[in-house]
């Protein structure tokens, strides 16, 4: 079947397209965009979680590559270097920040003549060690009833007329008056009193399963929050961001509870972190081994938290933040390394880099998937061993160290994670929640750490942003 793209946005952007267009060249008018697809109530997508977001396989004009699924951005949009060699045309301009792409392939569906946005993904490629192509925004999304499957790893997308939820998940209801997923939650920065805040649920945020904007960090005083890591510990599309992460006692959607959770705190009031429109994200971290969905035409969003919503809030970290550099992005330079972790008791110092893993040169190796492969060591046997080199050195035998992690930000407890019996349902199927008092702490730093080697280098898992 074939569905128009009607959205407002979508409708006023190319109409005003259009009218640029016809004022600059006026035999040219643009065609009209569409999605082309199988007559089937749902369309399976597989995907992989890469730097903690989801990467479904798209191809664009005929060139395949991974675009993040991301319910936070409200375009779709590819790096401008890749549009301009997958043949994207630019009828507005040459130095437009929108493109015309022909035709968008994901699985059994096809996005034909589609608006996107231009921007240059080099910071979020260096920082993930994988070159990201772009993303399926909001404009993408809304034409579906969203359902992800971090259990399975698979994106449903359903008939979102024709779709019906009948199970037992928390059900929450946007909070905004169009179709963003933008729920009221409520959070517990200290042992006391909750806060009500509107959190867009973001799926293109990996990592952190909390991030404030900066408005809101300092309207209720949680820049006094202690313990505290500083440094560029996230980065978006314009570069680095100067986030602070600390440990708030307590996270609540609707009848989910999630403790000690190590949340981003706006620091800068620039790009996104400046918003008052929204108090913070919860990033598609939160949602792994549950389901998340997404009922656009509903205005409201289902989790199934089965047993792994909250499980990956934590922050145990090497304390290195690396950028991977050059073609494939595989020379990996120590960016940042945070004070009192385990990197940094090893001596390992900004500029350093990562020359092998395991006697394996980094040249063979895989930042996201070498990172994975670490924790899953460190969980069953011991860490793998790390050479690298000091900034500057050229000669002599490259040094070496074995290095584990350290919670340097406890994450969730399991004592109070999961439903709260004294949710109320009310008639419409939404979660009524009154906070009452609470007895969960702030976690304080814990930071074990075994120095193997005075050496300088290096530890793993690295922490790729």
Request: glycine share 10%.
């Amino acid at each position: 079947m074939t569905r128009a793209l009607v959205s407002r946005a979508a409708s006023a952007l190319v109409a005003a397209a259009s009218a640029f267009a016809c004022a600059a060249t006026p035999a040219y008018r643009l065609p009209i965009p569409g999605i082309a697809g199988d007559t089937a109530l749902v369309t399976i997508i597989p995907f992989e979680l890469f730097d903690g977001r989801i990467n479904v396989r798209a191809t664009v004009n005929g060139d395949s590559e991974w675009l993040v699924l991301d319910s936070g951005a409200s375009r779709t949009g590819i790096d401008r270097s890749w549009a301009r060699q997958v043949g994207a045309r630019l009828p507005w301009a040459p130095d437009s920040n929108f493109a015309l792409i022909d035709t968008i392939h994901v699985e059994g569906l096809t996005l034909r003549n589609y608006v996107v946005n231009l921007y240059s993904t080099r910071s979020v490629s260096e920082a993930a060690g994988r070159f990201q192509a772009g993303l399926l925004g909001e404009d993408f999304l809304r034409h579906f009833t969203v359902e992800i499957d971090y259990g399975e790893q698979v994106v449903r997308l359903y008939d979102r007329a024709r779709y019906w939820y009948a199970g037992e998940g928390v059900i929450l209801p946007f909070a905004s008056r169009d179709e963003s997923p933008v729920l009221d939650v409520f959070l517990q920065p200290h042992a006391g009193d909750w806060t009500k805040a509107h959190i867009l649920l973001d799926t293109g945020s990996g990592h952190l399963c909390l991030i404030l904007m900066t408005p809101f960090v300092e309207k209720h005083h949680l820049a006094t929050l202690e313990p505290v890591i500083e440094g560029p510990l996230v980065t978006g599309i314009v570069g680095p961001l100067h986030v602070a992460v600390a440990s708030i006692a307590a996270f609540r959607l609707g009848g989910i509870m999630v403790d000690s959770v190590p949340t981003g705190l706006g620091r800068e009031r620039r790009s996104f972190l400046a918003s008052k429109r929204i108090d913070g994200v919860a990033g598609s971290t939160l949602f792994h081994g549950g389901r998340l969905i997404l009922d656009y035409a509903r205005h409201r969003a289902i989790v199934d938290p089965g047993a792994g919503v909250g499980r990956d809030c934590k922050y145990e970290q090497s304390g290195l933040i690396l950028t991977a550099r050059g073609a494939d992005y595989r020379n990996f330079t120590v960016d940042y390394v945070v004070p009192h972790s385990p990197a940094a008791d090893a001596g390992i110092q900004a500029r350093d880099q990562i020359l092998a893993i395991d006697g394996r040169p980094t040249s063979r190796t895989h930042a996201s998937g070498d990172t994975a492969g670490a924790r899953r060591r460190r969980r069953g046997s011991s860490a793998p061993a790390i050479a690298g080199c000091r900034h500057g050195e050229r000669d002599g035998q490259p040094p070496a160290a074995v290095l584990g992690l350290a919670t340097l930000l406890r994450g969730p407890g399991n004592r109070r994670r999961g439903f709260e019996r004294s949710a109320r349902r009310s008639s419409d199927g939404a979660q009524d929640f009154a906070p009452g008092p609470s007895k969960v702490n702030p976690a304080p730093i814990s930071v074990p750490i075994t120095n193997t080697t005075a050496a300088t280098v290096y530890a793993v898992p690295f922490d790729v942003r």
